[in-house]
């Protein structure tokens, strides 16, 4: 049997071993001690929204990530929010609805009272808006959980890295930011996110907040949480977060709810998303090593369909 090492637990070395590992593959993977934590996967949103995320990107983007959401049905159902996008916008940035209307599609216009229909706390505070009804979301953190738990519990091997690779037939490399210094062409892409509680405030699915300078959302979590997201700065340096970047993200917040003003702020997070010139990612083969790489910020949505040709790569489907 092909003896398979996948170096890296974030979202895209996790759905490339569990795809493998349901196939039949013989998979080991490479996890450091602090666990997920030092990858960009942590801090990511968990939005499965094809549609909207064409809305700046490539046709290809909404096609695997179609793929994507279908595989997540398929896999882990249960962590699936169906409950669709809401985005809008304030009145004096009304234009950039118009335009992501008009660069996207699956989707349909709410007026004041179809808003407040759809997400109660925000009656009221908006005119209108675009619902993409069948977009989703998931919690990175469960869904990164749970697929270790699954290969753990049906008998993959997680070890420490720096292992002995002569000893595999192939070598999957997910190392994500890592590979920064070893591929030239691969780019950090610097995001910062807030976590914040408050029970003021229930929110049923992602809200976009358009904006024509810093474009903003808040996903909606278990134990009233909610993930407000997030900055995209051209580097690779993953300091402390700014003051700038903490209040550009608490005044979308504000600007969406004003009880949000009140909310405890949770963590404070950055995370590096490696990503290439075009913003897609890439696998690459050289010898028997396969590198997948620059998510940028789609990993959740783009994962799947390339741990799907991926596997196949690898099992010459």
């Keep these: 049997m092909n003896k398979i090492l996948i170096k890296g637990t974030g979202i895209g070395g996790l759905t490339a071993a569990y795809e493998l590992f349901i196939r039949g593959a013989d998979v080991t993977i490479t996890t450091l001690d602090n666990g997920f934590s030092n990858s960009a996967s942590w801090y990511a949103g968990g939005m499965l929204a ?22 997540w049905d398929q896999t882990l159902p249960e962590f699936v929010l169906h409950n669709g996008t809401l985005v809008i916008a304030t009145a004096r940035d009304i234009a950039e609805l ?20 759809l997400e109660p706390c925000l009656a ?16 990175p953190r469960e869904i990164l959980r749970e697929l270790k738990n699954r290969l753990e519990h049906e008998g993959a091997c997680f070890v420490a890295p720096n292992q002995d690779e002569s000893q595999y037939d192939t070598i999957i490399d997910a190392t994500g930011r890592e590979r920064l210094s070893f591929d030239e062409e691969l780019r950090g892409v610097r995001g910062e996110m807030l976590l914040i509680r408050t029970s003021d405030i229930n929110l049923s699915r992602p809200i976009r907040l358009l904006h024509p ?24 340096n993953c ?14 917040a504000y600007t969406v709810h004003s009880a949000f003003a009140q909310a405890e702020i949770i963590e404070i997070g950055i995370g590096i998303r490696p990503a290439y010139a075009d913003n897609l990612p890439r696998v690459k083969r050289i010898d028997n090593t396969i590198f997948i790489n ?4 789609h990993g959740y949505l783009l994962a799947p369909a390339i741990a799907v040709q991926v596997a196949d790569m690898v099992l010459n489907y």
């Design 98 to 117: 118009d335009r992501f209307s008009v660069r996207t599609k699956g989707h349909e216009k709410v007026d004041a009272r179809e808003l407040g229909n």
């Design 124 to 139: 009221g505070r908006f005119q209108k808006g675009l619902f993409y009804a069948t977009e989703a979301h998931l919690d």
């Design 213 to 236: 300078r810093i474009p903003l959302y808040i996903v909606p979590r278990k134990d009233n949480l909610f993930m407000i997201g997030a900055t995209m700065i051209e580097t690779d």
């Design 50 to 71: 094809p549609y909207c995320e064409r809305e700046g990107t490539e046709q290809i983007i909404e096609d695997l990530g179609i793929k994507g959401m279908k595989w």
């Design 239 to 252: 300091g402390p977060a700014t003051a700038y970047s903490m209040m550009e993200l608490l005044n979308a």
């Design 294 to 297: 620059g998510f940028y910020r």
